[in-house]
């Protein structure tokens, strides 16, 4: 045994906890796998949620523990992405820090109805931008980000003045989801919109600064300006600020953009991912012609070379 992940009691005072033998091997076998600061934190957090559902080591665990705790999730009606975000941690503690690889077969992930996300047309869109709340271009411009490239919110909220690269019509997005570099576009109108917000406001350091300056706009600032907007312009759909993302994407699809140019803007690691906004692409579904068409053409064919 390595050591000990110490168990969280809810009614116990909060301590400074010490870094344990075992979750420091767990921290330096995640740091070796280049896992983000973000997913560290939660695989950390999610090995003690088991640790307390034990109360024990969790590198004791057996087989039936997994199986009991599996149940537990399901019976308190633990959501299903949480239920699988705690089993992909899981799957990584024994596997990697554990070396127990045979657990994982008695790990168990809950499938969920996939959603199609809700899409705003581009009027609605215009709508939108057009009502976000002042003082300033600051939130209009930042919103206009999230639409007119395609970005996460975290995304938006931590560019810098110099990532706007203007002669290349680029904007650089640093450390993305999965912590991914990669360029977004740049449209003319979106670069028109944040040099008017510029000349402003002139931020330094942050594009978006926070309160204080050298903090960057949090995502849940960047949120309630969106949500405001949406009321303001009469939206009722239910829209979030990540649905400008999806109506991003979805735009381009309807534009006859091709799919894996979206993937790469959108920086999805998987086609998949990307390929769901097919569904939502009512313009392009009403302008594809159906294969039944052919039924018709071919009975033609045969009408006219039975008249020849």
């Not at 057996?62 to 705790?69: C, F, I």
């Not at 499938?111 to 976000?132: H, M």
């Not at 829209?239 to 991003?248: D, E, I, K, V, W």
Request: glycine fraction near 6%; hydrophobic fraction near 40%; charge should be positive.
């Amino acid at each position: 045994m390595i050591g000990v992940f110490p168990t969280v009691r809810q009614e116990a005072p909060m301590k400074e906890e010490k870094t344990t033998p075992l979750r420091q091997r767990m921290i330096e076998d995640m740091h070796i796998r280049g896992l983000g600061e973000k997913t560290q934190k939660a695989h950390i957090r999610n090995v003690k949620h088991f640790a307390a559902f034990l109360r024990r080591s969790p590198d004791t665990a057996t087989p039936e523990d997994l199986r009991a705790y599996q149940l537990q999730m399901t019976n308190d009606g633990v959501s299903a992405s949480t239920f699988n975000v705690r089993i992909i941690s899981l799957r990584f503690f024994f596997g990697v820090t554990c070396g127990r690889e045979e657990m994982k077969r008695f790990m168990q992930f809950h499938r969920k109805p996939r959603k199609l996300p809700v899409v705003l047309s581009v009027e609605e869109v215009a709508d939108l931008l057009a009502a976000v709340p002042g003082p300033g271009l600051k939130y209009r411009a930042a919103l206009g980000i999230s639409y007119g490239a395609g970005l996460r919110a975290s995304e938006v909220c931590n560019l810098k003045v110099t990532d706007i690269d203007s002669d290349r019509m680029l904007i650089h997005v640093d450390d993305g989801k999965g912590g991914r570099d990669r360029k977004a576009m740049l449209s003319p109108n979106l670069l028109a919109l944040l040099r008017d917000y510029w000349r402003e406001c002139r931020p330094e350091g942050w594009l978006f600064p926070g309160k204080p300056k050298i903090r960057p706009l949090s995502p849940r600032q960047l949120n309630r300006a969106f949500t405001s907007a949406k009321h303001m312009a009469g939206i009722k759909k239910a829209a979030t600020l990540h649905t400008l993302r999806h109506s991003f994407a979805t735009h381009l699809l309807e534009a006859n953009t091709d799919v894996r140019v979206i993937q790469v803007l959108l920086g999805h690691a998987k086609l998949t991912t990307t390929a769901r906004y097919a569904h939502v692409a009512t313009k392009t579904i009403r302008s594809t012609v159906s294969p039944y068409e052919q039924i018709k053409l071919l009975q033609d064919k045969t009408l006219r070379q039975g008249l020849e």
